[in-house]
T-cell receptor
Framework: SQQGEEDPQALSIQEGENATMNCSYKTSINNLQWYRQNSGRGLVHLILIRSNEREKHSGRLRVTLDTSKKSSSLLITASRAADTASYFCATDGRNTDKLIFGTGTRLQVFP | DGGITQSPKYLFRKEGQNVTLSCEQNLNHDAMYWYRQDPGQGLRLIYYSQIVNDFQKGDIAEGYSVSREKKESFPLTVTSAQKNPTAFYLC????????????FGPGTRLTVT
């Protein structure tokens, strides 16, 4: 079962622009995480935000969490060609010890 | 150099054969996971283990088996009962089962013909 749904499914931008990806989920969560996957590779953890947090920053990444709307957004500022990858949200539910991954957003950054 | 390794990177098998995918970690993590990823899709959990000698089924365990005899190792066997085994398989580990980031291996692409 996939709890998270990312939006948009695909996003194309120019280098230097900002990229925003959204994630919606269905049930109450403890934490929400964002991961990046380069084509044909494993996933890399980007950031974890807990259910009692509303915003978190890491370098050029900014994550927000709105538990009332059951949604999160990932903002990548001043994008680079190297940011080209798929981005997944994953939720850690209150009644489960598993991470449930969304379907991902494919980001293409053109130089 | 700590990390999680999977081997081989590419694996080809004939239909009807069992195949075992390797996953090893030297991060001293208690929890380990196996996921399956199909083209353009997210990850689906096959099996996970929170501690040595214990494991639980994930969402799509049918046709797969695992063992966790050592903390460092969590091999996945794709059996002939798995109807559509061709996929990208990812192994991951975390310090503890809940509330922590997962570290992923590079993946094994299995093709069954």
């Amino acid at each position: 079962s996939q709890q998270g749904e990312e939006d948009p499914q695909a996003l194309s931008i120019q280098e230097g622009e900002n990229a925003t990806m959204n994630c919606s989920y269905k049930t109450s969560i403890n934490n929400l995480q964002w991961y990046r996957q380069n084509s044909g590779r494993g996933l890399v953890h980007l950031i974890l935000i807990r259910s009692n947090e509303r915003e978190k920053h890491s370098g050029r990444l900014r994550v927000t969490l709105d538990t009332s709307k059951k949604s999160s957004s990932l903002l990548i500022t001043a994008s680079r060609a190297a940011d080209t990858a798929s981005y997944f949200c994953a939720t850690d539910g209150r009644n489960t010890d598993k991470l449930i991954f969304g379907t991902g957003t494919r980001l293409q950054v053109f130089p | 150099d700590g990390g999680i390794t999977q081997s081989p990177k590419y694996l080809f098998r004939k239909e009807g054969q069992n195949v075992t995918l390797s996953c090893e970690q030297n991060l001293n993590h208690d929890a380990m996971y196996w996921y399956r990823q199909d083209p353009g899709q997210g990850l689906r959990l096959i099996y996970y283990s929170q501690i040595v000698n214990d494991f639980q089924k994930g969402d799509i365990a049918e046709g797969y088996s695992v063992s966790r005899e050592k903390k460092e190792s969590f091999p996945l066997t794709v059996t002939s009962a798995q109807k559509n085994p061709t996929a990208f398989y990812l192994c991951a580990s975390s310090i503890a089962p809940e509330g922590y980031e997962q570290y992923f291996g590079p993946g094994t692409r299995l093709t069954v013909t």
